[in-house]
């Protein structure tokens, strides 16, 4: 773990160097000795190394703090000054803060040593506030690595603890399309099957007996049907239990169920959401169904595109001046549901020459 500092700190840092030097050589007799000089250097050397820290120069740390303290021991074994003791507290500090407790505690008893040989005539009680000084430095910075260490360790936690989050609502979520998946399969997929063999069975007994053609003929519709919502059902079905799927894949898939039905792809919808992914599909896939229903072989052209940041979904069937809708149905107000809890627009209706829907989703906006 490394304590990262800003620039304000770092230029403060350096800048406190000079001032300490300044303060240390101020008012002394004559020019200071050589050794004293050379404690400055290697002072100033230590200070650059640990006040402006980099990712490159994390292995010189240890070698950087020595220098700082042997420094400050230089200096006040040189001068007789007391700003001289603050290379010795600059070291021991970043010592606690930087490395590890038993190179931290070695730092602190090396610096110890030498400020006691440096001041050894200052007598016991001032060789023992200084020490205690190092001391209650050393226990600073120890406790502020242990709180950067602590709150690193929060941090990581929230994040480990919201991940879990999205995983455990992921595995809801798809737990609770498979129970819809099981219920339609159950309920809904097991009654077309039972209406389609029925229907089946009542065409051949019609056929049987010599009924009427158009009764036949109703009896034979209404089986196509039958079919249909079976493989509809099968369809959502499959889409419930599995990830969603490609969109333009989706579209080609259903477009190749409907003849005379082309696509058309402009933009990016593979960016899109999950929710209007399956949003474009299903509207797609009913408005189709529709247009098999009510308008068979009549060209239909799909459109996907991107306008203004949103994407848009036309299906336009060229069928004519279409006729009267049969009363009843729900797949229009599907669609307008589906497309209203999506936060889309969606527009169905006759046009000149046929049917056209038209559903408009938003751009998504950013978190």
């Not at 490159?56 to 007391?82: D, I, K, Y």
């Not at 493989?231 to 259903?254: N, T, Y």
């Not at 959401?273 to 896939?285: G, M, W, Y």
Request: hydrophobic share 50%.
């Amino acid at each position: 773990m490394t304590i990262r500092q800003g620039p304000v700190r770092a230029a403060a840092t350096l800048v406190w160097l000079p001032l300490v030097l300044l303060g240390t050589y101020s008012g002394q007799p004559g020019p200071p000795g050589a050794l004293g000089i050379a404690a400055g250097v290697l002072a100033a050397a230590g200070w650059v190394l640990l006040g402006v820290p980099r990712e490159a120069a994390r292995r010189w740390t240890p070698a950087g703090v020595l220098a700082t303290g042997l420094g400050g021991v230089a200096l006040l074994a040189t001068v007789e000054s007391p700003t001289s003791f603050a290379c010795c507290v600059y070291a021991v500090l970043v010592a606690g803060v930087r490395l590890p407790a038993p190179v931290a505690v070695g730092t602190l008893v090396v610096v110890s040593a030498g400020v006691v040989a440096a001041r050894v005539g200052a007598g016991p009680a001032v060789l023992a506030v200084l020490v205690l000084v190092l001391v209650a430095v050393l226990l600073l910075g120890m406790g502020r690595r242990e709180s950067a260490r602590r709150a690193e360790e929060r941090e990581l936690a929230l994040a480990a603890d919201a991940r879990a989050s999205e995983e455990h609502a992921r595995a809801a979520a798809l737990a609770e399309r498979a129970r819809i998946a099981r219920d339609v399969h159950d309920v809904l997929a097991h009654s077309l099957s039972a209406l389609a063999v029925q229907l089946q069975g009542t065409r051949l007994m019609l056929q049987r007996d010599g009924a009427p053609p158009d009764t036949v003929a109703q009896v034979e519709r209404a089986q196509r049907l039958a079919a249909e919502g079976l493989a509809e059902a099968r369809r959502a079905v499959e889409a419930l239990r599995s990830e969603p799927v490609d969109v333009v894949a989706g579209l080609q898939a259903l477009v190749a169920e409907t003849p005379r039905a082309t696509l058309e792809v402009d933009g990016a919808p593979d960016a899109l959401p999950v929710t209007a992914r399956e949003t474009v599909l299903r509207t797609a896939q009913e408005a189709l169904t529709n247009v098999r229903k009510h308008a068979p072989g009549a060209s239909v052209q799909v459109r996907l595109a991107q306008r203004d940041g949103g994407t848009e979904l036309v299906v336009h069937d060229h069928a004519g001046p279409p006729a009267p809708r049969t009363p009843g149905g729900n797949g229009l107000v599907g669609m307008a549901e589906r497309a209203a809890l999506a936060g889309a627009e969606l527009e169905a209706g006759p046009v000149a020459d046929g049917w056209r829907v038209r559903l408009r989703l938003p751009a998504e906006r950013p978190a």
